[in-house]
């Protein structure tokens, strides 16, 4: 029952009753509290078993079918990706020992703890502040992140893989706002019965996310009193900002992997324009003037594997389906 029918007989029924006996106060408020649940379950069951609810299904089977193929793919990038660049060395090996605090009760001052972990920097307090003006500089320095072509390739893949994840989930997410919005069903549905209603409509939820490395530089004080963090995700943002400063220290040259440096979010989302948003494959030509959740990528025409250049005559928008027939293939 609605919410605020719920309340009134919650607080009204059994006041009346109660005015006439008060056995009739508790079977009221008992009867309220056993209707409330059947009443639910009976309004979900006469939704789902509806025609209009059936016809719905029915009618957006394509859209769902779409959807889960996406999900596929979502999958599919995540399970084939790398996610991991440099590591710090501090407490490297901190696992080899076994830390305790014996200071008596009143002077133990734990509340501030020093973390070890690969991604974790400890450091002096001076370095945590200059971190978080240069995070860009200071992440290089002192997660072993070198400045040379070998780490150029590194990070645009982890880039590359990052950039179609993300516009890969947000995909996701658009195509089941959509599918909510054509079947538009009742409030309740969605609040208390989401599970059972994305099963019966088909559509197979993604529980992926973003994997973004996260980098933290670190100051504990020597008694836990004080700390502070800097926390740096490496999303399309810094993964680009970390791109264009190793291209300025190597001194970028036409090579293959120099030219990854030139993919960032920027160049990927001028070939879409430059394309219309368009699938460059002839046998396809799909767009998202015709199908407005249509997930596009930037595809190198010849793979950067064999020499090409990530140069806009090289560049393509292809539809994830025809990116992800074509692999790393030559153009025929």
Not at 248 to 271: C, D, E, N
Request: charged residues 20%.
């Amino acid at each position: 029952m609605p919410k605020w029918l719920f309340v009134t007989l919650l607080i009204a029924l059994p006041l009346l009753l109660g005015a006439i006996h008060p056995i009739l106060f508790v079977l009221a408020l008992a009867g309220v509290l056993i209707a409330n649940p059947m009443i639910w379950k009976y309004r979900k069951n006469k939704y789902f078993n509806g025609e209009e609810f059936q016809g719905l299904r029915a009618q957006i089977a394509s859209v769902v079918a779409e959807h889960n193929e996406v999900v596929n793919y979502v999958a599919e990038i995540r399970g084939q990706g790398a996610f991991e660049l440099g590591a710090s060395s501090t407490g490297q090996y901190a696992h080899l020992a076994n830390f305790e605090n014996t200071s008596n009760w009143n002077y133990q001052r734990d509340r501030n703890v020093a973390e070890y972990a690969p991604h974790v920097h400890n450091a002096s307090l001076q370095v945590v502040r200059n971190a978080s003006m240069d995070p860009i500089k200071y992440l290089m320095k002192y997660f072993e992140i070198k400045a040379n072509q070998e780490t150029l390739v590194d990070v645009q893949r982890v880039a590359e893989d990052i950039s179609r994840l993300e516009e890969a989930v947000a995909n996701v997410q658009r195509r089941e706002a959509e599918i909510v919005t054509m079947i538009n069903p009742p409030a309740f549905i969605l609040q208390r019965y989401a599970d059972e209603f994305w099963s019966l409509v088909g559509v197979h939820l993604s529980p992926i996310t973003v994997p973004y490395p996260k980098y933290k530089f670190q100051y504990v004080s020597a008694g836990g009193n004080s700390g502070q963090t800097v926390n740096i995700d490496l999303n399309t943002p810094t993964l680009d900002a970390l791109s264009e400063t190793l291209v300025q220290k190597i001194r970028w040259a036409k090579s293959a992997a120099g030219q990854r440096a030139l993919m960032t979010a920027r160049l990927r989302g001028w070939i879409k324009d430059r394309d219309r948003h368009t699938c460059q494959n002839p046998a396809c030509g799909v767009s998202v003037a015709v199908e407005p959740n249509l997930l596009l990528e930037v595809d190198h025409i010849v793979p950067v594997s064999k020499g090409g250049l990530s140069e806009p005559d090289n560049l393509q928008t292809l539809c994830w389906r025809c990116n992800r027939t074509k692999g790393a293939r030559m153009p025929a």
